[in-house]
């Protein structure tokens, strides 16, 4: 049989559109030619800080008590408030007396396994602190053998922000293996996206799109006693601002105030 050549090349086309728009990875990428993320999730948890009044929305947050281990928490929106749709978060020195801001989820949301992405920039000086993290259930916030989950932490001036993990198995018998801390650099002055994804067999840590670690589920046989792995149970979302400490160390007053302002956060699975 004679072949159609105008079928011959229709289908041609077609097969090079096809490839052009296929799943290739090479093909799948944002401005700044990082890997863009394509499986499809849904949104469970969100907010854009769009709105007129200064409280943080009460159905999705409540201010951090002294809890978080933070003896200048303020437990006051003084500290903590929505500004032309961003949420300040802010660390300061008022009649004399250091008083910090921050928010959590407890008690509103909490989720097992997902992915949180939250948009942040910060006014940091000497003896600043931001964070961002996740924390389960537990009565002993110190011990942290329970997991905890730094998705952000920065200190001082410094251009890099932090990534680490806490359990019994790294705190108490101290295993430096798998590694379970990065500290990456980041668009100073600037919003950038910090975020964690969380399976159970893997957390992986990214800033703006860029992985920059992951830590693996060992599945130890010993898993009882070792608690390698307490990431099987609902964390929720915390956000505040530091001020001292042993890490930062000396605040500077003449440095004051400061602030982590949040564009967004969003949770999806």
């Known amino acids: 049989m004679k072949p ?8 041609l086309i077609i097969g090079s559109i096809n490839t052009a728009c296929s799943g290739n990875p090479a093909n799948n990428r944002n401005k700044n030619n990082n890997p863009v993320e394509t499986r499809s999730r849904k949104v469970i948890f969100e907010d854009n800080f769009n709105q007129t009044t200064q409280i943080p929305d009460t159905t999705k947050w409540s201010l951090c008590t002294h809890y978080i281990g933070d003896p200048f928490i303020s437990g006051s929106y003084d500290q903590a408030y929505v500004k032309d749709g961003k949420l300040i978060l802010k660390g300061e020195k008022v009649k004399g007396v250091y008083k910090t801001g921050g928010i959590w989820t407890k008690n509103k949301f909490d989720f097992t396994y997902g992915k949180v992405e939250v948009s942040a920039k910060f006014i940091s000086a000497q003896g600043s602190w931001p964070a961002i993290w996740l924390m ?22 410094e251009s890099i922000v932090y990534q680490t993990l806490h359990t019994y198995y790294i705190t108490t018998l101290k295993q430096i293996s798998p590694m379970r801390q990065i500290s990456a650099h980041y668009n100073v002055n600037e ?41 099987n149970k609902p964390f929720y979302l915390i956000m505040n601002i530091y001020l001292g400490g042993s890490w930062p160390g000396e605040i500077r007053d003449n440095e004051l105030p400061v602030s982590m302002e949040v564009d967004w956060v969003k949770v999806s699975q």
Not at 4 to 11: F, G, Y
Not at 136 to 157: F, L, S, T, W
């Open 191 to 231: 919003f950038n996206t910090y975020a964690v994804e969380w399976t159970p067999d893997n957390i992986i840590f990214s800033v703006n799109g860029k992985v920059t670690l992951t830590y693996p589920n060992l599945h130890l046989a010993h898993e009882k006693q070792m608690r390698q792995w307490p990431y």
């Open 4 to 11: 159609n050549l105008n079928i011959i090349l229709l289908t």
């Open 136 to 157: 389960p259930y537990e009565p002993n916030i110190y011990e942290k053998a329970e997991g905890e989950i730094d998705i952000m932490e920065q200190v001082n001036r």
